[in-house]
C-alpha cells in the first residue's frame, strides 16, 4: 500500500459547483497534514494546513478523520482559478522535515 | 516573501556529465530540500539538509550527492547523469517553527 493515496483524476466540475478530494494515508503515526497546491508548469504552493478540528479557510474546508486514516479538501463555489492539481501532504513521523507527498489530484473547473 | 531560486530552469545535458544544480534561499531557512517530479510518482525526496554541512538521506538518493557549505544554499549533484535521471528537479525550503515548505520554480533536466 501507498504511504499516501490520492485518486487522480482529473475531476471536471462546472462554475460554482461544490467538489471534494480524499486523501488517505497508511502510516497510523502521521501527525501533520497539510494541502498543497500545484498549478501547470508551476511549484506547489501550501493551501491549508489540516488541524484534528478540521479547518476551514474561506471556500476551502478541510477534515482529518484519524479512526480511518483519510483527509478530505471541500471546495465549495468552483472558481475557474481553482484549476490546478491539488497534493496531499502527510508527515512521516521520525522528524518533522520528512513529509510524502501525493501525486496529486487534478481539478479542472469549466465554464 | 520567502525567495527560493534555482540556478536553471531548462538543461540539457549528456550521458555521463557531471551536473550541479543550484538552489539559494533569502529567509534564513535550517531545513533544505531537494525532490525530483515525475508524472504517476509524483514528488519524491532525494536528500534534506538541516543545518549547514548536515544532510540526510531521502527515498531516491542513489546516483545523487549534495553539499551545504553556506545555510542560505543547497546543491544538488548528478556525478554521472543517466537518461533515467532526466526529471523535473524541485528544492524547498523550510523554517525551523513553520511545517511550509516553500519551493523554487524547478529545474527540467534532460539527459540524453
Known amino acids: 500500500r501507498k504511504e499516501v493515496e490520492q485518486d487522480p483524476g482529473p475531476f471536471n466540475v462546472p462554475e460554482g459547483a461544490t467538489v471534494a478530494f480524499n486523501c488517505t494515508y497508511s502510516n497510523s503515526a502521521s501527525q501533520s497534514f497539510f494541502w498543497y497546491r500545484q498549478d501547470c508548469r508551476k511549484e506547489p504552493k501550501l493551501l491549508m494546513s489540516v488541524y484534528s478540528s478540521g479547518n476551514e479557510d474561506g471556500r476551502f474546508t478541510a477534515q482529518l478523520n484519524r479512526a480511518s486514516q483519510y483527509i478530505s479538501l471541500l471546495i465549495r463555489d468552483s472558481k475557474l482559478s481553482d484549476s490546478a492539481t491539488y497534493l496531499c501532504?502527510?508527515?512521516?513521523?521520525?522528524?518533522?522535515?520528512?513529509?510524502?507527498f501525493g501525486t496529486g489530484t487534478k481539478l479542472q473547473v469549466i465554464p | 516573501d520567502v525567495k527560493v531560486t534555482q540556478s536553471s530552469r531548462y538543461l540539457v545535458k549528456r550521458t555521463g556529465e557531471k551536473v550541479f544544480l543550484e538552489c539559494v534561499q533569502d529567509?534564513?531557512?535550517?531545513?533544505m530540500f531537494w525532490y525530483r517530479q515525475d508524472p504517476g510518482l509524483g514528488l519524491r525526496l532525494i536528500y534534506f539538509s538541516y543545518d549547514v554541512k548536515m544532510k540526510e538521506k531521502g527515498d531516491i538518493p542513489e546516483g545523487y550527492s549534495v553539499s551545504r557549505e553556506k545555510k542560505e544554499r543547497f546543491s544538488l549533484i548528478l556525478e554521472s547523469a543517466s537518461t533515467n535521471q532526466t526529471s523535473m528537479y524541485l528544492c524547498a525550503s523550510m523554517g525551523g517553527t513553520s511545517y511550509e515548505q516553500y519551493f523554487g520554480p524547478g529545474t527540467r533536466l534532460t539527459v540524453t
Open positions: 501532504v502527510v508527515n512521516r513521523g521520525g522528524g518533522y522535515q520528512k513529509v510524502t
Open positions: 529567509m534564513d531557512h535550517e531545513n
